[in-house]
Every structure is written in structure tokens, then in C-alpha cells.
């Protein structure tokens, strides 16, 4: 008498996983959609085999994960175009398995063939699935996963290089002020690890587009919507922060030294510490100091400083961040910055 049945199921290898999630997911086809039943079995289908996927990814409370099959599936997945085939499917699939392919899209990612990402190239053979990513901003069902989707695919270089040079990165600008607060907030969360995320990269994209980024960036400064002028201040700040240490370290401190030259965007900050709100006060005078700091200021900084030094002085000596431990620092920086107004207003030798 047989009892084979008993005997646990083998468990499934990583191509045997990714051949169903990829069969799973043709069954996806325009028939499908279109009829209610057969469309929640396939979707049920999806759901199903996403869940294994991640077991294997990251175990099941059993069994570890192995780090061979990661990287086995990781090379299934490029090989079988699945990670195509998901991007395009993506607005169809329900919430479970949008939620376990973001788990084990990170997994798949970072892993390694000798020493080559495998999904990484893979995206770089197909760069036009981060024009959807970026795209599927639009769509404010996928929109949080695609921003979660692109923020992975931005920790590597060559990835973050191709969306900052891709006709699509000025799409940013748009989604960033979408009435959707949610999704806006993520895609100004995508937005600054674009720029803050690779030095070199964004160093060079910003010598080679600086005039029009730049540009396009003056919008958003001077943007009728608060939340849009409050981050736009912070992502600002934080690459300079992040790309040179207040005008020193190479390779970046160009780009620094180029925008503080600028009177029409020192004009833009000098409004901004006049707005109704006190968070964009303090970040627009993170900016506003470092133009006034620059020892080699140009005679029309110099010219606008002096002409408006009792309004600017007026702001500052009431501009406080409040209570916390960064209050000395920040009135340290405030009286230096003080200081070099007044300095600026008794020159004698400046003229248009």
C-alpha cells in the first residue's frame, strides 16, 4: 500500500520559480483582463507565485535563504525578461504582490556574478524600464511602488547617471507639485536621491546641464505651493552639502561656486527669508549664508547687500530655529553672517 502522498511536495528550484511567476504573468493577456473570473484566478496565480519567490528570497520561517538561489533567480529573472514583463504588468497586479515584488526586487538587485550586478545590467540593456518607472508617476495606483522601484534602482551610478541624462528626469519638476501629496512627497524623495546619492555623477549632469537645471529649478523656489518650496529648499541644500564641504573638496566645489555667483538666484533666497513660514525661513538662510560668506563675491552681490542691509538685518536678528541643540551653531553662524552685512554696507566704493 502506497502513501506517497504523505511524502512532502519537492521543493521547487529557482527556474521551476521563475518559469511559473513569468507563465503566471503572460496569462496576464488582454482576454484575461477583460473577463472578472479568469482575471482574479490569474492575478490569485501571481499572487501565489510572488509568495514563493520571496520565501526563497528570504526564507520561510523554516528553512534560510540560499544565497546561490538568490543569485540563481537573479540571472533566471534577466534571462526570461521577467523584470520587463513585471514592470509592464505592474498596474494590473493586486496590492500583495506589489508589495512582495518590492521586497524582492531590493533582494534581486544586489546580486552578484563575479563582480557584476546581474539585474543591474540588465537594466542598462533595457533603460527604457526606468523611462516607465519614472512615467508610472502619472498613475497614482503604482506610483508609490514605481518610486520605491526607482529609488533601488538609484543606488547604483550608472542607473541614477541614465535617468539625470534622460529626457525624462524634467518630468521630476511636474510630479513633484502633483495634487497628490503622497505622491508627490515620493517623487521629491526619488527627486533628491538623484541628486545626492553619487557625488561624481551629479557633478558632472549639473556642469553639463547647469544653466537649464538651474532654470528649471527657479520654479520650484518660487513655487505658489508651500510643501513644493519647503523641499525644493532641502534638496537644494543637501547636495551642496553633500558635494563639496562649503566650497573646498573637488571635484564638485564648481558647481558651488558657479550658482553663489548668481545675483537672481541670491534674489529668489533673499525672498524666501521673507516667507510666512518659519521652516522655509531657516533653510532658505542655510543657502543665503553661503552666498554672503563667499569671500569673492562680485561687485553686484556686494552692491544688493549693502542696498538692502536693514531689511536683511531686520529678518535675521528675528530669524530663530527654536529650541534644540543646533541653537548655538545656527546663532553663531547668524551673527558671522550679520557681521558681513554691516561690513558690506560701510564700503564707500560700490557702484553699478
Known amino acids: 500500500m502506497s502513501f506517497s502522498f504523505f511524502k512532502p511536495s519537492r521543493p521547487k528550484t529557482p527556474q521551476e520559480v521563475v518559469k511559473a511567476i513569468r507563465d503566471s504573468l ?16 490569474a492575478l490569485e496565480e501571481v499572487e501565489k507565485n ?26 533566471e529573472f534577466c534571462k526570461e525578461d521577467v523584470i520587463s514583463l513585471v514592470i509592464h504588468k505592474l498596474h494590473i497586479l493586486g496590492w500583495e504582490t506589489r508589495k512582495d515584488l518590492l521586497h524582492c526586487s531590493s533582494i534581486l538587485l544586489k546580486q552578484k556574478v563575479g563582480e557584476a550586478y546581474c539585474c543591474v545590467q540588465y537594466f542598462e540593456e533595457h533603460f527604457e524600464l526606468l523611462d516607465c518607472l519614472v512615467v508610472c508617476y ?7 511602488h514605481c518610486g520605491s522601484m526607482l529609488r533601488e534602482c538609484i543606488k547604483f551610478p550608472s542607473l541614477a547617471k541614465y535617468i539625470l541624462e534622460s529626457a525624462c528626469f524634467e518630468l521630476f519638476f511636474k510630479f513633484v507639485e502633483l495634487p497628490n501629496f503622497d505622491v508627490a512627497s515620493d517623487a521629491f524623495s526619488t ?46 541644500f543637501a547636495p551642496f552639502l553633500l558635494l563639496s564641504d562649503f566650497l573646498l573638496e573637488p571635484p564638485n566645489s564648481h558647481i558651488m561656486k558657479k550658482f553663489i555667483l548668481e ?13 510666512s513660514s518659519k521652516n522655509i525661513q531657516i533653510s532658505a538662510f542655510h543657502i543665503f549664508k553661503i552666498f554672503v560668506a563667499n ?3 562680485p561687485q553686484e552681490v556686494k552692491i544688493i547687500l549693502a542696498r538692502n542691509h536693514e531689511k536683511l538685518l531686520e529678518l535675521l536678528h528675528n530669524l530663530s530655529p527654536g529650541k534644540g541643540s543646533e ?3 545656527f546663532e553663531e553662524e547668524k551673527e558671522l553672517i550679520i557681521e558681513e552685512i554691516q561690513k558690506m554696507s560701510r564700503l564707500k566704493n560700490l557702484e553699478l
Do not use: C
Request: no cysteine; hydrophobic share 40%.
Open 263 to 275: 545675483v537672481r538666484y541670491m534674489k529668489v533666497i533673499m525672498t524666501l527669508l521673507k516667507d
Open 295 to 297: 569671500p569673492n563675491k
Open 138 to 144: 502619472d498613475n497614482k495606483e503604482i506610483a508609490l
Open 50 to 75: 510572488f509568495s514563493s519567490l520571496r520565501g526563497m528570497l528570504s526564507g520561510d520561517g523554516e528553512a534560510e535563504p540560499n544565497a546561490d538561489q538568490a543569485v540563481q533567480l537573479a540571472l
Open 327 to 329: 541653537d548655538d551653531q
Open 191 to 236: 527627486f533628491k536621491d538623484l541628486l545626492t546619492k553619487h557625488d561624481t555623477v551629479v557633478s558632472e549632469f549639473l556642469t553639463s546641464h547647469y544653466p537649464e537645471f538651474f532654470d528649471i529649478y527657479e520654479r520650484l523656489l518660487t513655487s505658489s505651493n508651500y510643501v513644493t518650496r519647503r523641499q525644493s529648499l532641502k534638496v537644494l
Open 26 to 41: 503572460l496569462a496576464l493577456d488582454t482576454k484575461t483582463v477583460v473577463e472578472v473570473k479568469a482575471l482574479e484566478k
